[in-house]
C-alpha cells in the first residue's frame, strides 16, 4: 500500500497541473477568439440580445457597447466574468449549432461540425461563432479537441496567430479597504453563480434541441 500511494502522489499532481495548462489555453481561445472580433460584429451581437441577455451581459460590463465588453474581459479573465461574457453573446449562436447538429449534438465529429460552420458564419458572423466554439473548448466540450484543431487550422474558422502579451498583473488585495475587499469577493461570487447558469442553460438548450 505505501509502494502505490508514493507513486500516487505524482501521478495525480501531473494530472493537476496538465488540467490547469488545458485550462488557461482553453481561455486564451476565448480571449484570442474576443480580440479578433471586429467591433461592428460585437454592436451587432449586442443590438440582437434580449432584455435577459442583456440584462446578463450588464452584469459583467460597465457599459454594453464593444469597449464595454474588451474592458470586461481584460478585468475577468481570472474570476469567470471572460466566460460568462462570452456565453451570453454566443447564445443564440450555441443554440443553433446545437439544432443543427440534431442527434450528434453532444459529440460532433469533425465533418459534422464543417457541415454546420458556414450557415452559423453567415448568420450571426465569423467572429461570434469563433468565440461560441472557443467557449465550448472552455466549457470541457466532448468535442474540444476536434474544435481546438479547427480553431487553429481550419480555413473557415481559424483564429489568427496568437499575439505576444505581456501577463497581466496580479492584483495587490493588501492595500484594499475592507470594503473593496467585500465588494471585490461579491463580484466573483456573482461571475461564478452566472456560469454556472450559464452551463445550465446550454445543457437545458442540448437537451430541448435533441427532441424537437
Do not use: Y
Not at 452584469?59 to 478585468?75: D, K, L, M, N, Y
Not at 462570452?86 to 439544432?99: G, K
Not at 466540450?141 to 483564429?159: H, M, Q, T, Y
Amino acid at each position: 500500500m505505501r509502494l502505490r500511494s508514493v507513486g500516487h502522489g505524482p501521478a495525480v499532481a501531473s494530472r493537476a497541473v496538465n488540467q490547469m495548462k488545458n485550462r488557461m489555453q482553453a481561455l486564451g481561445l476565448v480571449d484570442r477568439a474576443i480580440k479578433a472580433t471586429p467591433d461592428e460584429e460585437l454592436a451587432a451581437a449586442i443590438e440582437v440580445l434580449d432584455d435577459e441577455h442583456l440584462e446578463g451581459l450588464e452584469s459583467f460590463v460597465e457599459e454594453a457597447t464593444p469597449g464595454g465588453i474588451r474592458a470586461g474581459v481584460q478585468s475577468g479573465r481570472i474570476d469567470g466574468g471572460m466566460e460568462a461574457i462570452a456565453a451570453i453573446l454566443t447564445d443564440a449562436c450555441l443554440a443553433e449549432c446545437i439544432e443543427e447538429l440534431g442527434d450528434h449534438a453532444d459529440n460532433p465529429s469533425t465533418d459534422q461540425l464543417k457541415e454546420v460552420l458556414p450557415g452559423l458564419v453567415e448568420k450571426h458572423g465569423l467572429g461570434i461563432t469563433q468565440i461560441m466554439l472557443a467557449g465550448t473548448v472552455a466549457g470541457d466540450a466532448p468535442a474540444s479537441a476536434i474544435i481546438r484543431d479547427l480553431l487553429k487550422s481550419d480555413e473557415l474558422v481559424a483564429l489568427p496567430k496568437a499575439e505576444s502579451t505581456p501577463t497581466a498583473p496580479v492584483l495587490d488585495t493588501s492595500k484594499r479597504s475592507a470594503d473593496e475587499q467585500a465588494e471585490l469577493r461579491a463580484k466573483r461570487k456573482a461571475a461564478k453563480l452566472a456560469k454556472k447558469e450559464a452551463e445550465r442553460a446550454r445543457k437545458a438548450q442540448s437537451a430541448a434541441a435533441r427532441h424537437r
